[in-house]
C-alpha cells in the first residue's frame, strides 16, 4: 500500500501517488502514457529508489528504505522493458538468483527455462539471442527465484506476437499460482487479458484505480474513458 | 643481424647455466613485481569499484589523486619511499631500506592507481541499468560489485596487464630503494643498467632478452586467459 507516496528529480515531481492498495495474490495493471510515472513507481515498489515523502507498506509493515533486510528485498523483484543478461550463458544468467541465495537448485533452472521454452539453448550465450528471446530468459530468471512479488515493465513492448504470447502464457501461469504481479503495459488488450485490478497513471499522477472489470466498463474519471476508447492523443 | 643472435646465443646460455645469476634475478625480478601486482589487484579493484559506483565526499579528489597517480615518475615514487624507509624516516624501524619488501613496497604505490584507475573506467563502461537490474534480482552491494567486475573481466585484465607492465619494465624506484644488491635486491632492470654501465653490451642486451621475453610469455598468457574468459 502506498500513501502520500512521491517522487522528484531535482525539481520536478515525476509521481505523486495519494493512495495506491495492490493486493496480494492479484494482478495489477498500471496504464498511462509515456512520461506518467508508471516506471518510476515500480522502482519504488521494488525497493530500488526511496519516496521523497509519503509511507510505502508492505505486507502490513512500514517500509524503512536503508534498513530493509534483504530477505524482504529478495521477495520482488521486476523484469525491465529491456533484458539486462549477464555476458555468460543462458543457464548461468537464469541461475543468477539463486546463486545470490546461496541455492543452486538444477531442476529448478530447467523447469523455468522450459516454461519460457527455451531449455535448448542452455549452454548458449546470452549475447547471441534475439530480442524475443533474451526477455524470455529475463523472465525466466525472475520465476526461478519464485518471486511473491513481480514487477513486469512493459515486458512485451517491440516484441513479436509468438514471443508475447509464451511470456503472456507465463504470466498467466504465475497469476493461477497467486503471485502478486504489477505490469505496466501500453496494451489496454493486454490489461483485460491478464489482469484484476487496472490503475491509470498520468503526469505522475493516479487517476484511477479499479477492478478491471469496474474501469473497463464503468470509468469514474472522463480521463479513464478518454483513455480507454482511445480518445485520448498521446 | 649476427650481433642480435649472438645476443640471444647468449641469453640462452646465460639461463642454461644452472648456477648462473641470471636466474635469481629472474627469480626476484617476477617476486617483487608479482608481490606488487598481487597488493596493487587486492586493494585496487575494490578501490576502482568503490569509485566506479558510490559517490561520496573527496571522491573527485581521490580520482584526481589516482589519474595523476597513474603517470608517477618511478623514480620520484622511490624517491618518497626512500625517505620514509631510511633510518630517520617515519618507517625507519621497519629496517626495509635495501630489501625486497622496500622494492615491493614501492612498486605497489606505482601499480596501485594504475590498477584502480583503469578497473574504475571499465566498470562505469558497464550499461548503469545492469546495476539496477542486479539489485531487482536481489544482489546485495557486495554481490552488485563481484557481478559487475565478471561483466567487465576483459578491462580489468587490461588494468592488470597494465599495472604489471608499470612495474616490471622500471628501474627508477627499485635502484633507489633496492640498492641493487648481489644476490639480494638486484633484479632485471638494474642489473641491465648496471653491465650498460660496466660495459658489457652482450650481457646488458642478454638480460633485456630475458626481460622482454618475460613479459612477452605473461601478456601472451594473459591474451589467451582473457579469450577464454570472453568467449562466445
Redesign the interface.
Known amino acids: 500500500m502506498l500513501r502520500n507516496v512521491s517522487k522528484r528529480y531535482g525539481k520536478r515531481t515525476v509521481l505523486h501517488i495519494d493512495r495506491l492498495t495492490i493486493h496480494a495474490g492479484r494482478t495489477l495493471a498500471i496504464l498511462g502514457p509515456s512520461g506518467a510515472g508508471k516506471s518510476t513507481l515500480l522502482?519504488l515498489l521494488?525497493f530500488?529508489e526511496t519516496p521523497d515523502t509519503g509511507q510505502i507498506e508492505y505486507d502490513g509493515r512500514l517500509i524503512v528504505h536503508g534498513r530493509l533486510p534483504?530477505t524482504t528485498?529478495?521477495e520482488?523483484?521486476?523484469v525491465?522493458q529491456?533484458p539486462?543478461l549477464?555476458?555468460t550463458t543462458v543457464w548461468q544468467n537464469v541461475a543468477?538468483?539463486l546463486r545470490?541465495?546461496g541455492r543452486v537448485e538444477r531442476e529448478a533452472v530447467v523447469a523455468a527455462l522450459q516454461q519460457v521454452g527455451l531449455d535448448r539453448l542452455d549452454r548458449v550465450?546470452a549475447?547471441?539471442l534475439s530480442g524475443g528471446e533474451a526477455q524470455r530468459v529475463a523472465l525466466a530468471?525472475?520465476l526461478v527465484?519464485k518471486p511473491r512479488v513481480l514487477?513486469l515493465d512493459e515486458p512485451t513492448a517491440n516484441l513479436d506476437p509468438a514471443n508475447v504470447t509464451i511470456i503472456e502464457e507465463v504470466i498467466q501461469r504465475l497469476r493461477r499460482e497467486g503471485t502478486t504481479i504489477v505490469i505496466v503495459t501500453h496494451h489496454l488488450f493486454q490489461a483485460r487479458r491478464l489482469a484484476d485490478d487496472v490503475a491509470l497513471l498520468m503526469d505522475g499522477a493516479l487517476i484511477e484505480a479499479g477492478s478491471g472489470e469496474q474501469i473497463f466498463q464503468q470509468p469514474r474519471d472522463p480521463r479513464t474513458a478518454a483513455f480507454i476508447e482511445g480518445r485520448m492523443v498521446y | 643481424m649476427n650481433d642480435l643472435l649472438e645476443v640471444l646465443r647468449q641469453a640462452i646460455t646465460l639461463l642454461l647455466e644452472r648456477d648462473s645469476a641470471t636466474w635469481e634475478i629472474t627469480r626476484l625480478s617476477l617476486y617483487v613485481s608479482g608481490a606488487a601486482l598481487g597488493l596493487s589487484t587486492v586493494a585496487g579493484l575494490p578501490l576502482g569499484a568503490l569509485l566506479a559506483l558510490r559517490s561520496f565526499r573527496g571522491r573527485r579528489l581521490l580520482v584526481a589523486l589516482i589519474y595523476t597517480g597513474m603517470g608517477l615518475p618511478p623514480v620520484a615514487v622511490g624517491l618518497c619511499v626512500y625517505l620514509l624507509l631510511s633510518r630517520s624516516g617515519p618507517l625507519g624501524d621497519l629496517e626495509w631500506l635495501f630489501t625486497p619488501q622496500a622494492m615491493i613496497l614501492a612498486q605497489t604505490i606505482i601499480s596501485l592507481p594504475v590498477v584502480a584507475g583503469l578497473t574504475m573506467t571499465s566498470i562505469q563502461g558497464a550499461d548503469p541499468a545492469l546495476r539496477v537490474q542486479l539489485r531487482a534480482l536481489g544482489a546485495s552491494p557486495l554481490q552488485v560489485t563481484m557481478a559487475l567486475l565478471w561483466e567487465v573481466r576483459s578491462g580489468v585484465l587490461v588494468a592488470l596487464i597494465a599495472g604489471f607492465g608499470a612495474i616490471i619494465s622500471e628501474v627508477g624506484a627499485v635502484m633507489l630503494v633496492g640498492g641493487n644488491i648481489a644476490g639480494s635486491t638486484r633484479v632485471l632492470t638494474t642489473a641491465i643498467v648496471l653491465e650498460t654501465r660496466k660495459g658489457q653490451f652482450d650481457l646488458a642486451l642478454a638480460l633485456t632478452f630475458v626481460l622482454l621475453a618475460l613479459t612477452f610469455a605473461i601478456n601472451m598468457g594473459t591474451l589467451l586467459l582473457q579469450q577464454r574468459l570472453t568467449r562466445r
Do not use: E, K, Q
Request: no cysteine; proline share 0%.
Open positions: 522502482r521494488n530500488l534483504l528485498l529478495r520482488v523483484t521486476t525491465f529491456r539486462l549477464l555476458d543468477y538468483g545470490l541465495r550465450s549475447r547471441i530468471r525472475a527465484i514487477l
